[in-house]
């Protein structure tokens, strides 16, 4: 089982682990208009998802707005965030930071995205929800990097991740 920090103690995270190199595996999230969004698996883009806490944080909110100004740059890619937050909360956040680059998922229905990609964190304070962690998804629906941020009160290596972004869309 892989483990993540939070304010430098260990905890404890539970799912199944993927790493480079792995097929992701396919989940439905729920969209901000409470539709199923696909993520995972081979598809005609390269997916970038971006796992957080809660939007709800000033660290999930900052990554959400900067992927929302960088990764839309990028063509090809598409970009989810994914949280336990609900649509409704999700939609007014995005709304309020005028976020419309990126989509939002919630895996608060039966937490299948963070048992698959083994980011449910499984004790402490923030029991319950998604780890900090950033999974590029090529195109042929294999990971082709990963960040699991080794704080969760920190935020990710923006550079390695909107790169890898760039590298899986260009082939």
Do not use: H
Not at 39 to 47: C, I, R, S, T
Not at 71 to 88: H, N
Not at 142 to 164: F, G, H, N, Q, S
């Amino acid at each position: 089982m892989a483990t993540t920090k939070l304010k430098g103690n260990d905890v404890q995270l539970a799912g199944n682990e993927v790493n480079v190199g792995d097929e992701a595996p396919k989940v439905k999230v729920v969209g901000a208009d409470l539709n199923e969004i696909e993520v995972g698996g081979a598809k005609d883009k390269v997916q970038l998802l971006v796992a957080v806490p809660s939007l709800d944080t000033p660290v999930c909110a900052a990554e959400t707005r900067k992927f929302n100004e960088q990764a839309a740059a990028i063509e090809g890619v598409e970009v989810t965030v994914i949280s336990m937050d609900l649509p409704f909360a999700a939609k007014r956040f995005c709304t309020t930071e005028g976020i419309e680059n990126v989509q939002t998922g919630s895996d608060y229905r039966n937490k299948d995205f963070a048992n698959a990609y083994g980011l449910l964190i499984a004790e402490g304070p923030l029991a319950g929800l998604n780890a900090r962690a950033i999974f590029v998804v090529g195109k042929d629906g294999k990971i082709a990097y990963k960040e699991l941020v080794p704080e969760i009160t920190a935020e990710p290596d923006y550079d390695k991740a909107l790169e890898a972004a760039k590298e899986a869309a260009s082939k």
